[in-house]
């Protein structure tokens, strides 16, 4: 009586368990999510929609920026002036001499400078702004790549997490199975009554088992809506690509070589490079500060002041003043740097400095870029050879499975050892797939260094 009575309230909870799983499923999977998306959709919305890919987009758009404003240093300077003054007392007048009276008068000029030269900095500072940017576009393009790296990632963990709710599912419906028969065997007297507790007892996991594999279908779903920057009122399901078969004979590309290949067209690479090369500009240009600066300018000047009259005592007219006040000058200044308390040299070792830093850089992207590679291909092989053996492992189990589940119809074995064989099974199979996806994860990323498009 305390068993059966333990028995229904172990049921009814694990009823409760999957209605609450049920709910969770059905309230995520709404009408809008029936859409499907492919990977290359996926990848698509979040290369528009990303806040990452966007900031680093803005960097890209400030260093346009920058290049023009470089360009602009280098075309003529022209500026204008214009005050408005009241004067009281003695004040200056017309023919030079103080009078007192009151007056007001409006001052004017213009102002040009050009510079002709000054030791080819302007000209290397628009050459080191260009090679910012385009190291700023590499960038933009390395963190699409992460990006759809991540994607393709969570792509292949929910196509994992549904296949092994799919396994989940068969063992339940083997199980419900089995069930029957043990009922029949347990009426016909030919099992004890325990036997048919551990059989339902196992159902009651295993129910239980597939409410947490359709949650992780859920949550995997959630970190793909969250890389997409989708409200997960809009969501979808993907759609499931028909992937390659594992054979044993399947042979990968050397890491070294893919390395040799990756290094001369990974963008974090080549903006690495950008950035030693933009370094030594900056040193030309902290050079140039040390050789003369030549400018051209030219100025005009002109003045009204409403008191000022000529011999007569006649007030003199506005036009008449603008152009007896007109003054205009022109020409060339010679800036030659003599000792300007070292801060010229000290840019010069800055820069030299600033050099060294970024080709450490680049040697650091070069390690990280071949320790990657080398990692992700040596799990790769191993994931290969684990799927060949979980392959064994899986059809061996099958057969054991097969074998001990005719025994325990006859009343060979007990409930125990028929539940472990079964779990054996179910393990072999979630390791078959975990292997067969992440071999497959792994090599795409190994392509993907190696310049090819990520596609399933």
């Excluded at 009276?101 to 000209?123: Q, R």
Aim: hydrophobic share 35%.
């Amino acid at each position: 009586m305390y068993i059966s009575r333990n028995k229904k309230q172990y049921k009814m909870k694990n009823f409760l368990t999957l209605f609450i799983g049920v709910l969770f499923v059905v309230s995520a999977t709404s009408s809008k999510a029936q859409n499907t998306w492919d990977l290359q959709k996926c990848i698509d919305y979040a290369i528009d929609n990303n806040i990452q890919i966007k900031q680093q987009g803005l960097s890209s758009k400030y260093g346009e920026t920058q290049v023009k404003q470089a360009k602009n240093n280098k075309l003529p300077n022209l500026n204008a002036q214009l005050s408005n003054d009241f004067s009281f007392g003695r004040s200056l007048t017309y023919d030079n001499t103080y009078d007192n009276i009151n007056s007001a008068s409006v001052n004017g000029g213009m102002g040009a400078n050009f510079t002709i030269s000054n030791g080819l900095t302007l000209s290397n500072i628009v050459k080191q702004r260009q090679l910012d940017l385009e190291a700023t576009l590499y960038e933009l393009q390395k963190t699409k790549d992460d990006i759809q790296l991540l994607i393709a990632g969570v792509f292949l963990e929910i196509l994992f997490a549904e296949e092994v709710a799919l396994v989940s599912e068969a063992n339940i419906e083997v199980t419900k199975q089995q069930i029957e028969r043990t009922s029949q065997l347990v009426e016909a007297g030919s099992l004890a009554k325990g036997s048919l507790y551990e059989i339902e007892a196992q159902l009651a996991r295993e129910e239980l088992q597939a409410v947490n594999d359709q949650n992780r279908i859920q949550l995997a779903y959630l970190d793909l809506y969250q890389l997409l920057e989708l409200p997960i009122s809009e969501s979808f399901k993907i759609e499931k690509p028909s992937l390659p078969d594992l054979q044993a004979n399947l042979t990968m590309m050397n890491a070294l070589d893919i390395f040799n290949n990756a290094v001369n067209i990974r963008p974090e690479i080549k903006a690495a490079q950008l950035r030693v090369k933009s370094a030594l500009k900056q040193l030309e240009v902290a050079k140039g500060y040390l050789y003369p600066t030549l400018s051209l300018g030219a100025n005009y000047y002109n003045q009204y002041n409403n008191q000022y009259k000529d011999v007569f005592g006649e007030k003199i007219d506005f036009g008449e003043q603008l152009k007896n006040n007109s003054r205009s000058s022109v020409g060339l200044s010679l800036n030659i740097p003599i000792f300007n308390r070292n801060q010229a040299k000290n840019n010069i070792t800055n820069a030299e400095l600033q050099i060294t830093d970024y080709e450490y850089r680049l040697q650091s992207q070069r390690n990280v870029l071949r320790k990657d590679l080398e990692q992700v291909y040596t799990n790769a092989l191993a994931s290969l050879n684990r799927y060949l053996s979980s392959e064994k492992a899986v059809h061996s189990m099958t057969e054991a499975f097969r074998y001990t589940e005719e025994k325990f119809n006859v009343g060979m074995i007990n409930s125990v050892d028929y539940n472990i064989n079964k779990s054996q099974l179910t393990n072999a199979q979630s390791e078959l797939l975990q292997a067969k996806y992440e071999y497959i994860f792994r090599t795409k990323i190994l392509d993907f260094y190696n310049g090819v498009p990520i596609t399933l």
